[in-house]
């Protein structure tokens, strides 16, 4: 959040790295996946002009959170999993806004196609978003 703007200046590198924590489970605690969430956040809210550009890859690792997080059947307790949710919607809620609508528009099939009821109210908390 120092940088401000300015994170626009290793948007590139720092997304690598956004990627590579969201892909990956690191313990019961999920800390560094939580952590990276309030990163993405930041940078989002910081660096919107440019979000447009990456809202595929983005959007594309954002779901496969969702879907990692509601399927996966580790040792994970129920809050940190509800977290995990909440954070990844809200960074989808954030692109949504910076992107016009962009990412409301490419979740309607997708909330209409799953059935998982975790997922649906995530994607639904997107869809209602103002």
């Known amino acids: 959040s120092r940088l401000g703007i300015l994170i626009v200046r290793h ?10 924590y969201l892909e990956v489970s690191d313990g019961p605690e999920e800390e560094a996946r939580l952590g990276i ?10 660096a919107w002009p440019r979000m ?3 809202l595929p890859v983005l959007l594309r690792a954002l779901l496969r959170l969702l879907w990692d997080v509601h399927t996966e059947r580790g040792p994970t307790p129920e809050p940190v999993r509800a977290a995990l949710l909440q954070r990844a919607t809200q ?4 692109l949504d806004r910076c992107c016009q ?12 196609s ?3 009821n ?6 639904r908390k997107v869809q209602e978003s103002t």
């Open 37 to 46: 969430l309030e990163t993405l956040q930041c940078t989002i809210e910081h």
């Open 11 to 20: 948007l590139k590198r720092l997304e690598r790295v956004i990627l590579g």
């Open 114 to 116: 799953c059935e998982e």
């Open 101 to 112: 609508g962009r990412v409301k528009v490419l979740l309607e099939g997708v909330h209409s």
């Open 52 to 54: 447009p550009c990456r």
């Open 118 to 123: 975790r997922v649906r109210e995530c994607l």
């Open 91 to 94: 960074c989808l809620i954030l």
